[in-house]
């Protein structure tokens, strides 16, 4: 398929949009790996058979050369549809409100570009459209595919619909790489809430530790540049007179 650059923007938006209207949640993605996939074939992309139920990594380039990896999420949210677009979401109660449609399309569209000048590349180049990014659990099933095994850099994006079409960057700073997300389960001794000296309290550790991670973006990053830190869940106890032994 060969497309000059009008063409490949409307062919790019075009397969935004479909990905828009048929919007999946996180481990379904059957069908939106199997149209990204179809896309892949149709541009002559290998890829690779990896033991993932849902998503999908695709590779151009060398087979023996240095890897760099593309990062894309492809799964939509439990949330419904207020705007009034042609290409609305035909799921009800799910849909792409976190942008992923549009890192799926940014992502195929970079493996196009490097698929026509595959010959002079020096390494190969794999994308990555990860599954289940919104539950926490898609990076894993990556990582355990060995799909990064050889990498020497990853690199990903994130929409900002706050920003001006054509804007790269947070608000006018640089353009940060991100950490999806991760848990800290910790281990205590659990007591009677009357007799806290018999317990190691977990939910005594793990505020401290809320606390103390806001400290990596005022100690650790430059003022210039953007990064944030969000604690979204924390779990732990039971009932009101115990302390529990986890958190």
């Known amino acids: 398929m060969s497309l000059n650059t009008e063409e490949f923007s409307t062919y790019l938006t075009d397969f935004r949009h479909e990905l828009h209207r048929f919007p999946e949640l996180s481990t379904q993605e059957v069908e939106t790996t199997r149209r990204i996939r179809q896309q892949l074939d149709a541009h002559q992309i290998r890829v690779l058979d990896l033991p993932l139920n849902t998503g999908l990594v695709a590779e151009v380039g060398p087979v023996d050369g240095p890897l760099f990896v593309i990062r894309s999420d492809i799964d939509a949210l439990p949330i419904e549809e207020q705007a009034d677009v042609s290409y609305r979401s035909e ?16 992502a195929l569209g970079a493996a196009i570009i490097l698929k026509r000048q595959e010959a002079q590349l020096l390494g190969r180049v794999r994308i990555l459209f990860q599954a289940a990014e919104e539950i926490g659990v898609g990076a894993q099933a990556i990582i355990a595919s060995g799909a990064l095994d050889e990498a020497f850099a990853v690199v990903g994006l994130h929409n900002d619909p706050s920003l001006p079409a054509g804007t790269i960057g947070c608000k006018g700073g ?8 991760f848990a800290i389960n910790i281990q205590g001794v659990g007591s009677h809430a009357a007799k806290p000296e018999q317990s190691i309290d977990p939910i005594v550790i793990a505020s401290q530790l809320v606390a103390s991670l806001q400290s990596i973006i005022s100690r650790n990053i430059p003022s210039a540049d953007n990064a944030v830190v969000s604690i979204t869940q924390f779990h732990s106890g039971s009932a009101w007179n115990i302390i529990p032994d986890k958190a």
């Open 174 to 181: 640089p353009l940060t790489a991100a950490v999806d997300c």
């Open 91 to 106: 799921h009800p109660g799910i849909m792409h409100a976190c942008g992923h449609d549009f890192h799926s399309t940014a």
